[in-house]
Every structure is written in C-alpha cells, then in structure tokens.
C-alpha cells in the first residue's frame, strides 16, 4: 500500500502563482512514476503532469511552459509548481503513484480554483 498526502490548493486570480506537494508512504518501490491529475466539474480526470523517478517528465499541452513538476526522491515527495494560471485550470488536483506492479494509488484530492 502507498499512501499520498497532498497539500497546497487554494483560490488564486487569474495569473497568479500556486504549488502543489504530495508526499508517498508505505511500501512502495524506488522506480515509480508520479503526477498529478485534475477533474473539472461535468469533465474526465486527466493528466497535468508526470514525472519518473529518473527525474524524466511529461506534461499536458495545456500547461506546457506555465507548470513544473519536480521530485524529491529522498523525500518522497513530488511538487507542481503553477504560474500563469487560468480560470480554466480550476479543478480537483489529484496526486497519483504508479510503479511496476501497475497498481494506481491517488491522493484525496486539493481544490484548485482560478478566479477571473
């Protein structure tokens, strides 16, 4: 079992700037992916960001050149920083864990909303 903790949500203005953190525990393995994903109101949960623990990353079009994901392997924990953000990044942000047993852990969520 993986546990992820998340935190950093928050209301912003459009433009402004956020960070999210997730922190994993439990028995997991050192080569594993994590990201985040979002979940708007009436829409699919989709991925934002991703990043392995060879520090490869990947990112959604939409937030290519305003977020960074980064990771502290020593702490188990993966961060997104957020600039530039836009009414329509508003969404439940979901921390996820994957590794070679394919088996998908998420974190609670943290509300993300961008005000115009």
């Known amino acids: 079992q993986v546990q992820l903790v998340e935190s950093g949500g928050g209301l912003v203005q459009a433009g402004g700037s956020l960070r999210l953190s997730c922190a994993a525990s439990?028995?997991?393995?050192?080569?594993?992916?994590m990201g985040w994903y979002r979940q708007a109101p009436g829409s699919q949960r989709e991925l934002v960001a991703a990043i392995t623990s060879g520090g490869s990353t990947n990112y959604a079009d939409s937030v290519k050149g305003r977020f960074t994901i980064s990771r502290d392997n020593a702490k188990n924990t993966v961060y997104l920083q957020m600039n530039s953000l836009k009414p329509e990044d508003t969404a439940v942000y979901y921390c996820?864990?994957?590794?070679?047993?394919?088996?998908?852990?998420w974190g609670q969520g943290t509300q993300v909303t961008v005000s115009s």
């Open positions: 996820n864990y994957h590794d070679v047993r394919n088996i998908h852990y």
């Open positions: 439990g028995s997991g393995f050192s080569i594993n992916v």
